[in-house]
């Protein structure tokens, strides 16, 4: 059984010590969604013609959360990001409506970008909602989760994502 | 059709203006969760009786993310938080193990404090997640939603719970 | 001849007191420019007609810095921002492209948004300068300057514009 | 014609990749200004002698606001500042004053810090405003431009400086 | 026996409820110091002559610091400070210098500002110590403690100083 | 007599250039105190054992400060922390009740990690007092120390604690 590593020796939270791991490149891509009623997809996707729209803000947003994940998150250590790409897609069918998001963030560093790509998917999400939540505030977020990581010794991480049958993926274009 | 109320005569987001609204009493309940596997499960609950424990650190987490709300969305109006209180609770079936966390957070203003409590609700999942990824990355985060919200004059909203089956909400208690 | 207030008895900087003004409604708007290149100004309206245009970034950072004024000006006191509004104007002759941006800000509070207003302005046009220096680094940013301020037992402000002659200014509209 | 950077394939903005840019040297200077009328001229200059001077703690922000660069503009990838200094000159003619100021910030790392210079110019200038903005909110700030960056593969880049004429440059010594 | 008010029914933190607490004028003074040697105290009352003086800088540091108290606290509400004044006394005996720290905290609000004051002191000592550690690293910053606060139902707070023998208190003057 | 490193030509302060130094693991130990009455140490220790206690989020805001310290110090320079360690201990005699508190920083890179300790003890005993404010306001925080740091070309710095006699320092163990 693998051992927690964020613990010390009086069993209080720490900050690992990350001195010794060595600075190679890292790429997390997560995933999160927001799923909207008709009238807010069709507001979303009208204003998206138009110069103002929600996913412009949120995008914003996302890469923002993505600088401040190590201020948001305890025990996250700082780290100086290298690129955030967030791109968004829609899942429709029978009256849902899924706006999917995806987030991929690299950096070179000596530990991994998961949570900058997870908070950086969230923070996108809330956006969302946030815009949107004077005509409706049913929205759901996520599920959210990693899709992947690669960099580190500790291995690469790939989600088999046949698996998330019934969560708001979508296919990767 | 409710009209957006983000965006300004050039088409662009703006902060609404809320100038005019009176400063009453305004609460959110909002829920999120992680769903972990068993080795996790039992690690954060083994650890919750020793002093160390994840779920300590990840609700500081939320408590401070709240007061950040304004700095990572957007649109979001400042706001004086008045409380914040976050609590947890199990919800496991045959191996799958639900961490769900509730966040109810209140002030008096002129303006709720939905995304007050949406944002810590998605900063302590994430502190779960990061507290626990060295063990599994495979974590699930969320779905996040509101539950409800009073004061202000557009209403109260209470989410009908029973329409959420499938997704990880827990009975309230 | 006024007196500084921010200074206290050892002649250093405070914070001025004010818990005796009283809280009205207070506007301010502020006005900065970035005189650009050709190549930039058609860049930057051609993808204004795509989703993913410069001002609709530049507008979210000018808003988000707003909320920060206190943090980035020492002596500047905090206050819960009611609304914020940044539209653009074109003001081009003779090979000279000047991207007009307007700030407005309101809240209701016991000191003037002068200083909000003044910095959303100025990071709108640093935000400008930083997605579209790598087509050209010789872009100026400004003048930027107060154009009027109401609210408050000071009285009102407002600047002869006529008197600006030279500067990047335009007219309202 | 150069491509913009910041936009992904969806013609939406993105922090782009900078994981393959070597770590060099990198220096910027920018230079803004504060134009003041001849009692806020007098009383910076004098409390200049005593302890508590104006410049003092607008340099601080100044300073500050560099390091905050990455939270401020949204695409700005973060930097390990390794120097920032910030030098005040005053230029005065036939009742005009101007206070100039002049910023060189200095790191390394995998991009320009030209960014860090203009943001710290601009809380400079802006937090001179504040503190003099009781004796008069006539004040102009900037304009605010680049001077000269160093290091990157792009090239170097330095302003001829006898085109700003007009702008309240001043002398390099 | 007085109850520990920052604890949920779950035994865990939380951000006290406060929406019920009247808005009242609330002041606090908080002291701190920093014990130098004798080349420290030479170089930093010499350099306060001039204008670079270190005083100048640890000053706006602490202004600034106490702003960002509930940044820093976690279960410290968010309040609008109105008035924040920082003020430095020497008191030197026997080859012993200790630069005396006082700030005063004041605001309209529902809820006190101890931690305000405390959090500016601490800072204040902190960029003292950041300023001078090239030239001895020996420094020893406090005792750090608050003399006074005022407002609110709980009564106020008065403490006896001459229980504080041994430590570096100081005159009020 | 070493020279203040802190300013510039104009006798102003500015971040010093270190660019020129090279990267190396640098530690630093800091250590400070609360000094609390009987009470308080009691519904310390006895929380201590239920899962809501008082240390537990002390550490969490005294690791997160680690993390901001070159937010709140201003000449400090940004640092990617590789590790954080908190740990406390009493020392309790005859009625006197002191919570220490040791912090241990790590990183890789061209500056000491001096302030990053010092500000981290800082935080961690300011969020015990405000977390046992409601008890009694009569605590008192530190006296806050470096206790040595290793790394960087100037040499090493080893307190001598037999010289802190009166301190309230306690054993390493």
């Known amino acids: 059984m693998s051992s927690f590593t964020h613990f010390n020796d009086q069993g209080r ?5 990350i001195t010794d791991k060595t600075s190679t490149i890292r ?6 969604s927001v799923q909207v009623n008709k ?12 110069k103002g729209d929600v996913l412009a803000v949120a995008q914003v947003a996302g890469i923002m959360a993505a600088k401040k994940t190590s201020d948001i998150i305890p025990m996250c250590h700082p780290l ?10 829609w899942k429709n069918e029978e009256e849902e409506y899924h706006l999917l998001i ?16 997870l ?20 929205m759901i977020i996520g599920p959210t989760f990693l899709i992947e990581k690669t960099g580190g010794k500790n291995g690469d991480f790939k989600r088999d994502e046949s698996l998330l049958d019934g969560l708001n993926v979508g296919d990767e274009s």
């Open 13 to 17: 939270a720490k900050m690992v010590d």
């Open 27 to 32: 790429t997390a891509i997560a995933k999160s």
């Open 39 to 50: 009238e807010i997809y069709e507001k979303i996707t009208q204003n998206a013609i138009k």
């Open 80 to 89: 100086a990001l290298k690129g955030v790409d967030i791109s968004f897609n």
């Open 102 to 117: 995806r987030v991929e963030v690299k950096t070179k560093g000596s530990t991994g970008v998961e949570m900058e790509a």
């Open 119 to 138: 908070t950086a998917a969230s923070a996108t999400a809330l956006t969302v909602y946030d815009m949107c939540k004077a005509v409706d505030k049913g």
